[in-house]
């Protein structure tokens, strides 16, 4: 049996994530979905199971913080966030996490940590990933991860009415509303993937201004 492991598609789904999706049993997303639309796509493809990531807005209320489930006798926690784990880890083979963007594979006590990384924008040097779990019938499991191609990664347009500093702090304002980063892109006429950028980088860096936002961001 085989499960597809994405996470932070934050609006995005590749042409090339599908494809290679395809034939999967299950699909695992680790959140930061940021849209409906990803996981109705998915679920064409095969079940999703799915966590809220912090940049899933509104929309996604009903998806669940954490989740567990059994694949091919595999026991699997989901969170989006492995720091927000409360407590001790549940009794589980397999803990799926993403939120860094950065893959991991972290055998400990018996148990595998996994983050898929990110498949959506590109974030900074980071390279897009996801990862393949197939199950083995004597028992066991394999993961492999899948780099995806550089050419495949656009890169976000910056807005041509605007200026970026004054976009910036208008995002950052409308990120401590609460807002959704779709309406957020909506509201300022810019795509869902540079405010989803511009809100990831001012809710993972604690006290940034608009100049460190800029700075981070290239710009």
């Not at 407590?87 to 397999?94: K, L, R, W, Y």
Request: glycine fraction near 10%; hydrophobic fraction near 35%; proline fraction near 6%.
């Amino acid at each position: 049996m085989k499960a597809g492991i994405i996470s932070d598609t934050h609006g995005l789904l590749r042409q090339e994530v599908s494809e290679l999706l395809r034939g999967c049993n299950i699909i695992l997303h680790g959140g930061d979905i940021n849209r409906r639309e990803i996981l109705e796509e998915l679920g064409k493809i095969a079940p999703v199971y799915a966590v809220r990531g912090n940049n899933d807005g509104e929309w996604a209320q009903d998806l669940p913080e954490t989740r567990t489930l059994v694949f091919g006798g595999l026991r699997i926690f989901m969170i989006h966030n492995r720091k927000k784990i409360r407590g001790s880890v549940p009794d589980c083979d397999i803990v799926l996490f993403g939120h860094t963007h950065k893959y991991e594979e972290i055998r400990e006590n018996g148990r595998l940590w996994l983050n898929p990384g990110s498949c959506g924008p590109r974030r900074f040097s980071l390279p897009a990933t996801m990862a393949i779990m197939e199950t083995q019938e004597e028992g066991g499991f394999t993961v492999r991860r899948i780099d995806l191609p550089g050419k495949a990664l656009p890169a976000p347009s910056p807005p041509c009415a605007k200026d970026m500093k004054e976009l910036v702090c208008a995002v950052m304002r409308d990120t401590d509303r609460g807002k959704p980063v779709e309406r957020i892109a909506r509201d300022h006429g810019i795509d869902t993937a540079l405010a989803g950028q511009i809100c990831r980088l001012y809710l993972t860096h604690p006290g940034v201004d608009a100049d460190g936002i800029l700075n981070k961001m290239g710009l």
